[in-house]
């Protein structure tokens, strides 16, 4: 049996890495998706496709309709989804991802530091786990396989 | 025909006011639900109910059990869901509300101000309506009604 | 018992007219819904709702925000769909209704002349009902009440 | 991660090679799905398997049985639908496509030219990305799969 | 708490006044609804609504359209279905609308006499409720208002 | 906005009292619904309906028919569902109930003593609130509706 | 693309043999699953497994409940349904198993001599093709995959 | 074709082994999920896996958590679910295993001691099919398969 997993979060370092290595090393049968990763490319991926906008509000519409076509194929293919929290950015759309898994009944396992229970607490309490940090979550994915 | 429309947003201060007079004054057949506008008895109401408990987390965890009870059985009753983000605060919670609102298929109404464009554009890009005022989405909501 | 209908199709002329008042003179207990029928205010209610627009495209992108959601929430309000399509206009629109009917198992009414039977036959080979008049839906809808 | 993508619109030109071909050269690991793009034997199919009709609206009508349970099938089938729009004939049930994409929670890709952005409006306001060439089609697919 | 009951089964006899009589007798909070009961009309009700047809098939299949109709809508709005068969007719429309409230989670309470035991096996097995009487059928119906 | 609470749990003493009382004091808009509360005629209800059963085996599947019918009926009805265990009594049924109402997306409050906490840990874990006594649950339904 | 279809029918004969061979001579990639086909076996099968049961309607209900074991975790695999009625037999399950098919939004394909035109017209109005023999089945399954 | 079926039940010991060997000698193409069987690790593998809990419940707390979403994520994948009851233990998670399968519509084989006919009456009265051993079960799962 094999799981897919996408790994919704902020794209401004490669915290997907450490998640994807520990799967790796620990032999767990995962397809990890998410979203475009590169930063500028994301932002930009509107113009690339689609030409040139007319102003910025447009830019970024262009960019966030083909962001959105991606997570939506890639989180309809997902059994579980994890939701990386930091300190930094609005990541307004990661509660987005991790909302949009609830609703459609696949388990979140929310990843956030303890300076952000306040104001995730109610995303949080809505998860199947929450954890602080990456190898945590992966243990969690593993549990899932372990038989003893 | 008479609609229900939950007010997704921050409550620190009076915002779902300004909706529900205007709404009022057109005479609108809408019934306008949200969570607990206040801000201090939402963040105690789990100790409020259930009791002491043991650590902040907990209280948090506690509050947002009933605070989720809440939106959960009002966001099931409703036709439209508006959310409205404003500069201050995390509305990680909004965020949450209005992405179980498209996943559920309930029309979302944003309300955002110029200066969060580009953090909110994969929200702004699948809610129905994207505006900066109350007197836009009462509008909106209006038209649902008008004849001519 | 009463039912909603959604009458879908072009807003050039009154054709829904007809059908709410063969409705009406049987006293049955139907409320009509749709979209604004005037058509000029549905072709701007983007602008007057929400601002002037840079271009003609996002003129036409902005009243159909409003317009879509205004179909949202009365289509899912609807107990039957009729759609009546005509020799005039493109009525794609229609079609998307008919067929977002259809798919929310919303049975459907289809009006049309004998001159769309080929370009409709997908659309019809799904509806419920095929006719080409107003006076044949009315006498559908009432079908459903009658006792003897 | 492979996905299955339906090309909805109509068959009387080969609009849908220069999609597969530009996908081919990517290495997309794409199925294309779609109706019969023999126009002659889709219209004929209902004779040739049901056998002759009494008249030419059962001719459609028995096709349109055929074609539909094709459609139903392979669309049920997908994760992305691309409806591509032109300027000639009527294209009702490639609206009716789109919609069902929509109304079912599978992403629409919507090629179209400038020409038809009014008629199209509504259905373009629901699609997730509106382009005017299968080449942009082809590199919003491809974006899904890429990894920087 | 009202509930509405669609009542399944043939209409060449009057066995539903039997239960709309019992029920109405112990002031039971409810609607019947279900197909037309005059059997000729329901025959013809294709022709009467749309005119001739060309061939006796076609007759069945405009007849079946308005009936199809007005048993979605009906069985749409239903709490619970019951589906009477007697040991003459077909009553495949009655097996049809027995598993149809079955896939839509609508309970059904299976009226049969002794010797339709074997043929109907699967149906029964998948019934709430699986009686001989119009009698027991009702105070099936009354037991779920009863509070002592 | 009235909302329906179904009372999932044992029927060998009258617990729903309590809920029912104080809910009534404060005056909330809850219709309460729930299983038949009379024990004995509750596992009788199959013979007195159905007639005598050839054993006891058939004797208990006859009335859970008529009770599961009944549950059936009633839970699709609630918006919020509470369930309450005690130290007696298999309560298995009780079970079924909270996870059927989980797996609809009826919000859960679960009632139960501390003793009980580790055999309903994973109950407990998906409810929307749990705690210990009839007026913590009253006070949570009460939170839905107050406004300040 | 391989696709699953399920055979619903009598299984007094062997009808299904033509279709299996007929499909397997055209190279389909198809799976096709069913009822057990050996008569006698499906009437024992509760007692088979389960013990001697206590009369006959038992032994009925037994033999249903491995029956619609069976049908439902192979029906719900199904991607299109053929249902084959006959003159002989009452081929209730037959219809039970056609309408959950339709009520799943899995297409149907009915095949039926024309002396059951009346009686099947309501299920027939329902299916996505309606034919009379296994040839023209297996071309209408056969129509999904060709390409010219 | 083939299949997954999720053994829910105690983990005391080591009842699914003979499931799992029975179905393997009948080279049944099944693959086995379920929960951790190795009982203490399922009890501590929230502090395992999130650390040290400040009291006993939340020790508790965090064990549902992962227990929960192993079960969420296999019970999701399962086309069968077998739930075993036995004289000892609360099993109020197998009851809420059993009922969520049935939520879902995925069909419950009960295996139960005579013992426990009364008190599982509700659930046994809702599932495809009751028996006493494993091997029956075995068995049931079998006939889904075989073709004579």
């Known amino acids: 049996m094999e799981l897919v997993v996408y790994l919704a979060g902020q794209i401004h370092d490669n915290w997907r890495d450490e998640i994807r290595e520990k799967a790796s090393k620990l032999g767990l049968p995962i397809t990890f998706v998410g979203p475009m990763e590169n930063h500028d ?3 930009h ?3 690339e496709i689609l030409g040139p906008q007319p102003n910025k509000m ?3 519409d262009a960019a966030s309709d083909l962001n959105n076509l991606r997570t939506e194929v890639l ?5 579980v989804v994890i939701a990386c929290f930091g300190e930094k950015y609005k990541q307004w759309n990661t509660a987005m ?10 388990p979140l ?8 229970i306040h104001p995730l607490k109610e995303i949080a309490n809505k998860a199947s786990v ?3 940090t990456a190898d945590q979550a992966v243990k969690a994915l593993s549990y899932i396989f372990e038989t003893e």
């Open 41 to 43: 490319r994301s932002d």
């Open 75 to 79: 989180l309809s293919k997902a059994d």
């Open 130 to 132: 929450v954890c602080e």
């Open 109 to 116: 396992i929310l990843i956030r530091p303890e300076s952000l």
């Open 97 to 106: 991802d991790a909302s949009a898994a609830i609703s459609k009944n696949k």
């Open 58 to 60: 447009l830019v970024d």
């Open 45 to 47: 991926i509107g113009e």
